[in-house]
């Protein structure tokens, strides 16, 4: 077969799988924002009707034989083409697809669903003993996945790999050692120095809230034609389709933050979304997102480098005080200073920039651990609470808040956190080569102009799809290779401007 | 192949082929009542692949040799039993969808998705030209597919029988012209009847009027666990899996009537789909409705014999009053004569019960020149007009008011007007006999109580899914064949009450 027709095919088989992809998430979103109760049943069996055809898509034999066609073609000469980058990243999605059995691929699937029921159950009545049979089998199954799929390291590389392609602990286990060890000398400078006054008390209206959020959101340059925000239980982000992003948040009327946060991080996200699809090539690798971590890179450097910044809140505090008059008496440098704060706790998802950190660390030696056959699944909430105790300095009450505290492991997702770190960290590289880029940045905030920072994120990260690994984009568009060192820098001067350090 | 296995396989394979439309059904709701405006493009595309899969499936050659090995098996032997039913309904779906091209089922879905849009938009702005190209195109792939389909009597025939199986243009012109005639013997007699006084002046707030129809939606036996009302510009009604029926309405604040009579209409709807999924056949046709007439028969039937007679307002204009002050003087006599009004009028979803039959005359007969080529597309404008004056003594100002009207052509959907008169028909027919079956059903209704209607509704029609064809699935639950004879006696019955004639 010629190699343009075998590549016109991939990319229709592409692209049609892509809208199968799309109605998936909205099974999703509507399940977490819209269905009535009664409802759950029927669409636990039509995600899994849709997942078992996108599976069969993803190991049709034809892929084989249309990437065959391809390899070595004039179209994979330039690897920088797209055309290239297409082709090379539907062989790695083909060739992980047909090295899963579709027996284990199933098993896979129904185990993390009774599993993360398992876990909710096991959560709420702070009964570890009830979920550590469906963890066992959950590691089970992931060990046979990496078998499966081989690796040059050890197995949890290969889990790894899947969320974040090239990475393994070799090269993640150093990084993820310096910004627990950052943290920890951050913490150390500040013990002494007071916290900064709380945000006043609330009641902040979930309408007066949402209505602000709307105007941010825009701001921010997140199109009200191409988005949504609803509630749902657990914020997310999702793309249904080129010009649809949805968002969700939930509305604590105590305490507008945690919504403000959530919902500024799932704009990061949707930003992305928004971004990789827009570049023509929706469907096909080259529309699609480089990574968890780069995703991730995106709604923290909204969240954080951007939304906790002092220049953001010297423009967004008229707006947020003409919904809550009790912020009117405050400054810029107020709100700054609180979300800012530090203040170590038990709740990954509460987690302040700094700490956060340590948290993933904790996370990655204990699934590492358990991958690895070095820590058996009964004694995970002890080595959890250890581990807590010193990393964090805070031992959990009870596993709750402990070791079941985070869904991911009772859905199998090993190698998952940390993308969040890394994420933090190209999230720092990005922005601080965006502040080069743009000398009057933080001026252009401070005016509520946030259209040059996403012009430029747009251009270095969101339109590049798939065209680099997750590294050599950050590279691209930093001028160097990402370390942990910008992180750790922004980390430091934050610490320094709350605290007085 | 043993009879039972291939039984078995069929059934599986149409539960699957059920997720797939219930997921087409959510893109579908989800397209117009929640999808940001930017994301029609990609919807169209979605609902283009997921209606490919569910084309290729309908016609997997499988099918034909599981149906072959059912045949004359012992399982076909009782017609009336649910396996019989499942083959025969089975094989008739599978033979129409062999008989249509997969290009052909693609185009017709793309060019409905994308008509749709363009006619809401050519509506908006009363722009017929802008929409022609989009009409020309749908009834040009419509003649296409009724001459895959194939046909005895004529082209439109065989998109008829798709909506309303057995149902031919010979059968249903007679009986729509006795309601027309019906219509106009009615409305010269009340020619000189003072006109009912109208219901007292907004506003209705959306947010009562929708408070209010939540209490009246449950009263009438829709569960709120397994239903949803939401707001799009076309009230609709869809299931989206077994316990899961969402209806849409649209709320006018100037009259509060608009929505309760849509919402109500829609209630029926969602009823019945809740019924017959809910006698444990969901995902084979015994678990599918029977045909679009008698799902309208249901609408309909809770629409104007219920909600439309004084019984009903006897216990819901307390209810009503509650929410809207301004109700509190009236009677439930002066309710039921407003509602029950004849007042012709240019716009069909706003007819009362005598003149909406003339409405569908009206669009029987367009479609069908249409379909036959007799009339151009850019005649229909003219020809619109000319047959709104004779049929209902009244010119629209402007095509918008006029052939721009309702969606159904902008979907390709010719051949589905005429089952709103047959639903009409099937309505009054099973309305007289449950009043025979339930002899104090007026007292009952006027006590809020409509379980027994339900209950007699839901055993001889909602149950039966697609055991029987429509007309002998009427005639099994009424005791006799279905006329227009019960429809025009309650259109009599009702001028004579409100008019005195």
Redesign the interface.
Known sequence: MNARDAYDKLLAHS??SA??A??LS??SW?QQV??????????A??I???T??LHRRACDPAMGQWLDACQGSELTRDAASPEAANIRELRRDYEQAVKIPESLAVALAQAASTGQRAWELARKDNDFAAFAPHLTSLLDLSRQKAEALGYAGEAYDALLDLFEPGETVAAIAPILAELRDAATDILGAIADAPQPAPLPAGPYAAKEQKALLAQVTARLGL??????LDVSTHPFSTL?????A?ITTRFDEDDFTKAFFGAVHETGHALYSLGHVGNGH?GTPMGEPASFAVHESQSRLWENQVARSLPFWEHMLPLAAAHFPQLAGLTPLDVFRDVGAIRPGLIRVDADETTYNPHIVLRFELELALIRGDLAVADLPGAWNEKSQAILGLTPPNDALGCLQDVHWSTGAFGYFPTYSLGNIYAACLFEAAGQAIPDLPARMAAGDFAPLLAWLGKAVHEKGRLLRPRALITQATGQAPTAGPLVRHLRAKAAAIYGI
Chains 1, 2 share one sequence.
């Open positions: 692209r049609a809208d199968i799309a109605t909205l099974l509507d819209m269905i009535p109760p009664a409802g759950h049943a029927g669409r069996e039509q899994g009707a849709l078992a055809i199109p009200a034609a191409a988005s949504r249904i389709g080129p010009g649809d949805r929706y």
